[in-house]
T-cell receptor, first 109, second 115 residues
Framework: GQNIDQPTEMTATEGAIVQINCTYQ??????LFWYQQHAGEAPTFLSY??LDGLEEKGRFSSFLSRSKGYSYLLLKELQMKDSASYLC??????????WGAGTKLIIKP | DVKVTQSSRYLVKRTGEKVFLECVQD?????MFWYRQDPGLGLRLIYF???????EKGDIPEGYSVSREKKERFSLILESASTNQTSMYLC??????????????FGPGTRLTVL
C-alpha cells in the first residue's frame, strides 16, 4: 500500500530552527509537496521537490532524497505565525497526490 | 490571486438528507478536486475532474457523487447523508497540463455535521 509518515506534533521555540521529516512508500514518484495549514483554514502551497537536494525559499527549505524515500521541511527563525500544521504529499505514478496526516507545529515564546 | 470558494463554511444536516456542497474557482482551471479531512488522517480524495462533464473516482467515492456542468463549478453530492460523513470537506483546483501537477489551490473548507 501507499504510505506517508510524518510526526503528529512538534514543539519549538520562537527564533529557533525546526526540521519536520516525511518518509514515504508510494507506487511511483512524481514529486513531493509541502503545504501549510493554519487551524480552520485551507492548506496553502509551500514547496515542491522532484529532484534530490535542497530547495530554499526564504526562511523555509525543503530537502528530498528519492533513494531513501525521505524529505524534510526546515523552518528557520521561527515566528509565532508559523504555528500551523504542515502537510507532506507525494504524487504517485498516476499523478495523484497521497497525503500524510500532517505535523502540528507549536511555537512557544 | 487564485480564488476557490465554497458555498458554506459550516453545515448541519440530518441523517438521510441530500446534501449539496458547491465549489467555484475563478482562474479557469481545468482540474478540480474534492477531499475530506479527518483528524489523524491525511486528506483523502473523494472525486476529481479534469474537464467539464468529466469525473473520476478517488480513493473514497462511496456515498458521494459529483457534478461538473461548467468549468468553474464542481459540486459534491451526498445522496443520503450519514453520521460517518461528518467531516471537513475541501475543494481544490489546479491548471491543466504539466503545470497542473505542480500546485493545488484550496477553498476554505466546509465543516459538515450530520446528526
Amino acid at each position: 500500500g501507499q504510505n506517508i509518515d510524518q510526526p503528529t506534533e512538534m514543539t519549538a521555540t520562537e527564533g529557533a530552527i525546526v526540521q519536520i521529516n516525511c518518509t514515504y512508500q508510494t507506487s511511483g514518484f512524481n514529486g513531493l509537496f509541502w503545504y501549510q495549514q493554519h487551524a480552520g483554514e485551507a492548506p496553502t502551497f509551500l514547496s515542491y521537490n522532484v529532484l534530490d537536494g535542497l530547495e530554499e525559499k526564504g526562511r523555509f527549505s525543503s530537502f528530498l532524497s528519492r533513494s531513501k524515500g525521505y524529505s524534510y521541511l526546515l523552518l528557520k527563525e521561527l515566528q509565532m505565525k508559523d504555528s500551523a500544521s504542515y502537510l507532506c504529499a507525494v504524487r504517485d505514478s498516476n499523478y495523484q497526490l497521497i497525503w500524510g496526516a500532517g505535523t502540528k507545529l507549536i511555537i512557544k515564546p | 490571486d487564485v480564488k476557490v470558494t465554497q458555498s458554506s463554511r459550516y453545515l448541519v444536516k440530518r441523517t438521510g438528507e441530500k446534501v449539496f456542497l458547491e465549489c467555484v474557482q475563478d482562474m479557469d482551471h481545468e482540474n478540480m478536486f474534492w477531499y475530506r479531512q479527518d483528524p489523524g488522517l491525511g486528506l483523502r480524495l473523494i472525486y476529481f475532474s479534469y474537464d467539464v462533464k468529466m469525473k473520476e473516482k478517488g480513493d473514497i467515492p462511496e456515498g458521494y457523487s459529483v457534478s461538473r456542468e461548467k468549468k468553474e463549478r464542481f459540486s459534491l453530492i451526498l445522496e443520503s447523508a450519514s453520521t460517518n460523513q461528518t467531516s471537513m470537506y475541501l475543494c481544490a483546483s489546479s491548471p491543466g497540463g504539466a503545470e497542473g501537477y505542480n500546485e493545488q489551490f484550496f477553498g476554505p473548507g466546509t465543516r459538515l455535521t450530520v446528526l
